[in-house]
C-alpha cells in the first residue's frame, strides 16, 4: 500500500487486527450457538407461538453472526497469507491468543470510580467508607474454613460463605468493593432473582420496628448500588416480587429511607426506559437499512444513490457523529451482558433468553462501519474519487485520535487494510506522504505488538481526563481471556475468588469509561448515511477492487482462483442475486 514499503509488519498489524475480531466474533458464536440449542429444546417440549417467533429470531442471530466469522476469517487468512510474500519467517497462527498482560496501572477503586452510594446518615456514610480499604468484618456463622482471606481480601471461598458475606447483619455491613465483585460473579453460580430472593429473607428478618434504623439503611444502600450497577437485571419479572417486599419492608421500618427508596426507584425504572429507547432506536436502524437496501435493489441500481462525501466531507463532523452513535451503542452494554455471554450454557441459558443482546449489536456495528469504510472507497469509478475516499477516512481517523474514540479508529483502519483496499496500489499511490505518515502515526497508536502495549498505555494514561471510547473487542477479549485462562472452582470445592475479584476490575474499568462519556448532538441526516447506507458483500468489494485495477500477471491466476472460490461460497449469490451485504438481524 505504501510506495515502496508495502511492510511486512504492516500485514503483521492487519492479522492481528482482524485476529483480535475474528476470536471475539467467533466467541459470541458459541454463546449463540448455545442459547439456539437449547431454545430448540425447549420448542420441542412446548411449542407455542412466542417460542416459535423467539427461536427464529436467534436462528437468524446465529446464521449473522456465522457470516460475520466467515468473512472476517478470509480477511484474517489473506492478511496472513500477506506475510509469506516477502522474506518473514513469522509464525501464523490459525487463531491467535492475544491474552492479557499485566501493565503498570493502580488498581482503581470501584465505588472511587463509580457513584453508587445513595445519601444516608452520617454515621452511616463514614462507616462504608472506611469499609474501602479495611479488611472484610467476621460474619457470623461463617467458619475460617470456610472463607480464606489473605491481606484483607477473600482468595477462595464455599458458595454458601461467599453468600453469607454479601447478606448485610444486624451489626455489619459488606464491603463496596466486595459488594461489587460478588455482584459481577454470584450469576456463575446463580441468577440474580435467587440472590435477590436471599437478600429480602433477610432482610424481612432483620428490619423491624424495634431494629436500629441503620440496619434498614444498610439494605436500602445494598440494594440502591445493586440498581446503580446492574440495573438491566431488573427486566426479568421474576426480580420484581423481592424487589418490592424488600423496599417496602426498608421504607416501613425507616420513615428516613422512603424518599431515597422512591428516588432509587425513578432512577432505575428511567435507565431501563432509556434501554429500551435505546433497543427501538436500533430497531428502527435495521427496518431503514431494509429498506434502503431494497429500495436500491428494486431500482435496479448498483450502488447507493447517495455517499458520504454528497453529504460531509468534513472530517470533524463525521467524526463526531460516529463517537455519537459508539457513545449511545457502548452505553446501552450493562456490565452483566459480559458474563451472560460467558457463562451460559445448556443448564442456565434460558435464564438468558430475554436479556440485552447490545454486546452483539456494538460488535456488529464494529463490522458494519468496517464495510462502510470499504464500500465508500471502492463504489467510486475513478481512481483520484478513490484516492480522495482514502484521504477523507484517514482524515476521520485522525480526528477520531484526538477524540479518543478509539473504536471507530479501529474499524476505520481494519477497513483499510482490507484486502479488496489494501492491493489498490495505483490509488495508494495517489495518496500525499503527509497522509501516508499520518496513517502510520495511526496505525502506530493500535499496533497489536506486545498485546497492544502503545493503545492500553495511551488509554490508562487518558483514562482519568477524558472521555474514551476503548476498542471494544479487545476489551471483549481480555474478560473473555480471564473466563478461559482461570478456574472459577478450586480443587478444595471452594469459589476462586481471585478470578472473581480480575473480573469486576475489568467491569470496572469499563463502567469508568461509561460514567465519563456524554451524550454527543445527533446530525439525522449524516448518521442515517452512516448507518443505513447499503454496503457491498466482501465478494462485491473484491470484485470492484479487481475491475478497477486488474492484478498483474504474476499475479493474476491467484486473484481469479481467489474471485471465484468468493462467488461460489457466497450462498445468497447467482443470477440477478443481490451486491449488498446483508443488514445485521435485530436481538429480540
Known sequence: RHPGKMAEAGEKAARDWFGVQLEVTQKLLEAETKKLKTLETEYTKSANEQSAALLGLRQMAQKRLQMQFEQLHKEYQEAAAGLFKGKTVTRVR????????????????????????????????????????????????????????????????????????????????????????????????????????????????????????????????????????????FRDERMMVPFRELTQACAAANPHTKAVIADMQRQLFKRLNDLEQTESRLRRDYELQIKTRNETEKAGRSKADVSLADVSKDPAAIATQLKSIETERFCAIGPEEFIQTLVRTDEDASDYMRAAHNIEAYVEWFNRLSYFVATEILRCDQKKDRAAAIELFIEVGKVCKAQHNYNSLMAILSALNMTAVTRLKKTWGKISSKLLADLETLESALDPSSNFKNYREELNENMDREPIVPFFSLLVKDIYFINESTEKMLPNGQVNFEKMWMLSDQLA???????????????????????????????????????????????????????????????????????FRSPATPEP
Open 94 to 233: 490459525s487463531l491467535p491468543s492475544i491474552g492479557l498482560k499485566s501493565l503498570n496501572r493502580r488498581r482503581t477503586s470501584v465505588f472511587e470510580a463509580l457513584e453508587l452510594g445513595v445519601p444516608g446518615t452520617p454515621g452511616e456514610m463514614s462507616q462504608h467508607d472506611s469499609s474501602r480499604t479495611s479488611p472484610l468484618p467476621p460474619s457470623p456463622g461463617v467458619d475460617s474454613p470456610h472463607v480464606i482471606v489473605r491481606e484483607g481480601r477473600i482468595v477462595s471461598a464455599t458458595l454458601d460463605a461467599l453468600v453469607d458475606r454479601f447478606l448485610p447483619t444486624q451489626d455489619n455491613a459488606p464491603d463496596k468493593l466486595f459488594i461489587f465483585a460478588f455482584l459481577v460473579s454470584h450469576r456463575l453460580f446463580m441468577s440474580p432473582h435467587v440472590l435477590l430472593g436471599k437478600l429480602c429473607e433477610r432482610a424481612k428478618a432483620l428490619v423491624t420496628p424495634s431494629a436500629p434504623e441503620a440496619v434498614s439503611w444498610r439494605f436500602a444502600k445494598q440494594l440502591s448500588e445493586w440498581c446503580s450497577a446492574f440495573a438491566y437485571d
Open 509 to 579: 474499568s469499563f463502567m469508568f469509561l461509561k460514567q465519563n462519556l456524554a451524550e454527543i448532538p445527533r446530525d439525522d441526516v449524516l448518521q442515517r448515511v452512516l448507518k443505513t447506507t447499503p454496503l457491498f458483500s466482501e465478494f462485491e468489494l473484491f470484485r470492484l477492487s479487481v475491475e478497477a485495477e486488474p492484478p498483474e500477471k504474476r499475479d493474476q491466476p491467484r486473484t481469479m482462483e481467489r474471485l471465484r472460490k468468493m462467488s461460489v461460497s457466497d450462498e445468497d449469490r447467482g443470477a440477478g442475486a443481490s451486491p
